[in-house]
């Protein structure tokens, strides 16, 4: 069974660079015909497409986050990792890491437990 | 930017059908797929490519798309659906989710 544990610091303060990492145990992450993402979701609302990468590297952003995500892979430890730059309170959120089922109708089918980072001095 | 529309809410008595609807412009020109959130867990996916359900998934949830609406069905609702319902496209290279839909079961 494919499973996704997001760690990394549960609090950051404002300016400052958020770093998460996604392990992912009972499967390859350089399998193909799928992508890895990041979603987040701050408390309350909905839900928000960050990233995906391939275990290639080819990435895909979203046009909002874009300037300020960095979305990486290391194959060798089965892991990828978001980074997400100048952060503020909007920022604050549960960010899931997830796998997307590459095809006609690209779907994520496994999500990590997600992980609340607070953004606060 | 792409954009989906869902209803904030949506209420159904048990037993009854309920109708949850995502818009967005010629949606059905993509594919859809559907995930269920229950309060502090993470979603699941309940349809993909429209009308397809992932293994273990109910019959009751079944899934349809044309023109600019998709909408995701479950007949004889139960209580253990009760949760928000989150549409997800993809366009032009981005994931797409709607807002989300609450769905409670009177």
């Known amino acids: 069974q494919l499973q996704l544990q997001e760690s990394g610091p549960r609090l950051v303060k404002p300016s400052e660079t958020l770093s998460l990492t996604c392990t992912v145990s009972?499967?390859?992450?350089?399998?193909?015909?799928?992508?890895w993402g990041w979603i987040r979701q701050p408390p309350g609302k909905g839900l928000e497409w960050i990233a995906n990468?391939?275990?290639?590297?080819?990435?895909y952003y979203s046009p909002s986050l874009k300037s300020r995500v960095t979305i990486s892979v290391d194959t060798s430890k089965n892991q990828f990792s978001l980074k997400l730059s100048s952060v503020t309170a909007a920022d604050t959120a549960v960010y899931y890491c997830?796998?997307?089922?590459?095809?006609?109708?690209?779907?994520?089918?496994?999500w990590g437990q997600g992980t609340l980072v607070t953004v606060s001095s | 930017s792409y954009e989906l529309t869902q209803p904030p809410s949506v209420s159904v008595s048990p037993g009854q059908t309920a109708s949850i609807t995502c818009s967005g412009d010629?949606?059905?020109?993509?594919?859809v797929c559907w995930y269920q959130q229950k309060p502090g867990q993470s979603p699941v996916m309940v349809i993909y490519?429209?009308?397809k359900r992932p293994s273990g998934i109910p019959e009751r949830f079944s899934g349809s798309n044309s023109g600019n609406t998709a909408t995701l069905t479950i007949s004889g609702t139960q209580a253990i659906d009760e949760a928000d319902y989150y549409c997800?496209?993809?366009?032009?290279?981005?994931?797409?989710f709607g807002g989300g839909t609450k769905l409670t079961v009177l």
């Open positions: 010629k949606l059905g020109d993509n594919y």
């Open positions: 009972g499967g390859s992450i350089s399998t193909s015909n799928y992508y």
């Open positions: 997830a796998r997307l089922v590459w095809s006609n109708s690209p779907n994520f089918d496994y």
């Open positions: 990468i391939y275990y290639s590297g080819s990435t």
């Open positions: 997800q496209a993809w366009d032009s290279s981005t994931v797409v």
């Open positions: 490519h429209d009308s």
